[in-house]
């Protein structure tokens, strides 16, 4: 082989090589690309939720305590009625706690709400089932600190879905933005392949003339 066609040979064997680390980068943008959509999805899908369940959850129970005070409930049915969403709202807490990211500070807060909340219930069922007779602006005055601690723990929730929607969002963004550059990569790799195709294809042609030389 001569010194032409070593030449050639040389660039093209270069050129390949910048194909192959192309495409390989290209693959590991793609990896990035899926592990961040994967990301998203489960944001959106665990937080967003159990935010949007907890919000739901406050709304139903703060019903139920206003039921109770003004006896659509029987004590027993509300004790039972309550019970279940207070557990519900535990595991939604819970749930919220567990995920990469959640925000353990608005979660406490949310905790502490809730402990208050719970304070004015006793509150709550001591007056109106007190063994002397109900205490209805003792009950009444519990109501309104609970219907008050409910609207803010429903406020606070809304803001952990806000965030974890937000987090989706930027997640989504970051995906749609390493695609593009694998994309990117890719497309060089093709228009390096084609310049390697040529530079042999080039080499083939001058090789007969050499020959003949």
Do not use: C
């Amino acid at each position: 082989m001569n010194l032409g066609n070593r030449t050639i040979a040389f660039i093209a064997a270069l050129i390949v090589l910048a194909v192959a680390g192309l495409a390989y980068s290209a693959g590991g943008q793609m990896r990035v690309a899926d592990a961040g959509a994967q990301t998203a999805r489960e944001a959106s899908l665990h937080a967003y939720r159990a935010a949007q369940s907890l919000k739901a959850l406050t709304a139903g129970y703060e019903l139920t305590l206003n039921e109770f005070y003004s006896t659509v409930l029987e004590f027993s049915a509300y004790e039972k009625k309550s019970g279940e969403q207070k557990a519900a709202i535990e595991r939604e807490l819970s749930s919220l706690a567990t995920l990469p990211d959640a925000e353990p500070k608005a979660i406490a807060q949310i905790r502490q709400l809730y402990k208050e909340i719970d304070n004015y219930r006793l509150d709550l069922e001591k007056a109106l089932t007190a063994a002397g007779g109900q205490d209805w602006d003792r009950a009444r005055e519990a109501l309104y600190k609970m219907n008050v601690l409910s609207v803010q723990a429903i406020h606070r929730a809304d803001e952990i879905g806000k965030f974890a929607n937000d987090r989706a969002l930027a997640l989504d963004k970051r995906w749609q933005a390493d695609g593009s550059q694998a994309l990117t990569l890719l497309h060089i790799a093709t228009g390096l392949a084609v310049l390697a195709a040529l530079v042999l294809l080039l080499g083939a042609l001058l090789l007969p003339k050499q020959a003949t030389a």
